[in-house]
């Protein structure tokens, strides 16, 4: 059974950090892509970045120059690293994991920007 859990949520201020982390297990996670997304309060889901199981990385332009996503498949572990938070960046963060005709989803992490 595929199992995906979040971490790294909080609160921090404008202009501050966090990392997010995506550990999968029941899976040979690096045969798998990763995708991070987020959901805003009364606003879709939408995808912020996303890694291939080879590595490749894509962003949504809002968050470009900002986060980082990378992993780790020695840990079955993926990463969001955030940078330069925005109050606009306040969302439930979700971690999807794709591959072989599984789709995961882990219950998500609160991120709140604020001062």
């Known amino acids: 059974q595929v199992q995906v859990v979040e971490s790294g949520g909080g609160l921090v201020q404008p202009g501050g950090s966090l990392r997010l982390s995506c550990a999968a297990s029941?899976?040979?996670?690096?045969?798998?892509?990763i995708r991070w997304n987020r959901q805003a309060p009364g606003k879709q889901r939408e995808l912020v970045a996303a890694?291939?199981?080879?590595?490749?990385?894509v962003y949504v332009e809002s968050v470009k120059g900002r986060f980082t996503i990378s992993r780790d498949n020695a840990k079955n572990t993926a990463y969001l690293q955030m940078s330069s938070l925005k109050p606009e960046d306040t969302a439930v963060y979700y971690c999807?994991?794709?591959?072989?005709?599984?789709?995961?989803w882990g219950q998500g992490t609160q991120v709140t920007v604020s001062s």
């Open positions: 999807n994991v794709r591959g072989y005709g599984d789709n995961v």
């Open positions: 029941g899976i040979l996670f690096s045969d798998y892509h």
């Open positions: 890694i291939e199981n080879g590595g490749g990385t």
